[in-house]
C-alpha cells in the first residue's frame, strides 16, 4: 500500500513526463524567441523552464523542508517575473541542469513525507490552502497549466504534437 506523499510523488512524475513530451518536441528551437498572441507576449521556452525549476524548488523542496537551494536567477522567473532579456539570462544549460536537479531531489524527497507533516502548515504565504499537502498538490497543478503553455509553443513552431 502507497503513502499518501508516494501517490503524489507518483503524480508529479507523471506531470513531469508529460512537460518532458512537450520540450523534447522544442529542443531545437530558439529557446528566447517570444511569440505575441493578440497584442501580448507569451513565455518562452527559457522562461517557462528556468520558472518550473524555481516553482518546484519553492513548492516541492523550499515549503516541505526538503533540500532547497539558492539559485542567483531564480528571483527573475518566479510568480509574477518577465525574466531577464537574452543577453543577460543564464546560458540555457545551466537552467536545463537545474530543471533536472530540482525534480531529482524533489523525487527523492518527496515520497517521504509522512501524513503528518503533509498536514503541516503551508509556509508559502502564497494562498493555495493551509497545509503543505495543499501547496505540493497546487504545485502538481501549477506544472500541468504550464504543459498547456508548452503545447502552445510547439504549434506556434509547427511542432507536431499528437
Not at 518550473?52 to 524548488?57: F, H, Q, R, V, W
Not at 528571483?75 to 530540482?102: A, D, N, Q, Y
Request: with cysteine; net charge neutral.
Amino acid at each position: 500500500m502507497k503513502t499518501e506523499a508516494q501517490v503524489l510523488a507518483h503524480m508529479l512524475g507523471r506531470t513531469r513526463e508529460y512537460t518532458l513530451f512537450y520540450l523534447r518536441g522544442l529542443k531545437d528551437v530558439d529557446v528566447h524567441r517570444r511569440f505575441v498572441c493578440e497584442g501580448k507576449e507569451l513565455n518562452t521556452v527559457f522562461w517557462l523552464v528556468a520558472h518550473l525549476a524555481t516553482s518546484e524548488n519553492g513548492l516541492f523542496l523550499r515549503a516541505t523542508g526538503g533540500p532547497f537551494e539558492k539559485f542567483s536567477w531564480a528571483k527573475h522567473f518566479t510568480l509574477g517575473s518577465i525574466g531577464l532579456p537574452k543577453e543577460e539570462c543564464p546560458p540555457f544549460s545551466e537552467i536545463w541542469h537545474t530543471f533536472k536537479t530540482v525534480h531529482e531531489k524533489t523525487m527523492a524527497h518527496l515520497p517521504t513525507l509522512t501524513d503528518e507533516q503533509l498536514e503541516g502548515p503551508n509556509i508559502t504565504g502564497l494562498p493555495f490552502g493551509d497545509t503543505m499537502r495543499d501547496v505540493i498538490t497546487h504545485g502538481i497543478r501549477h506544472e500541468g497549466s504550464h504543459i498547456g503553455h508548452l503545447g502552445w509553443l510547439c504549434k506556434l513552431y509547427g511542432i507536431k504534437t499528437m
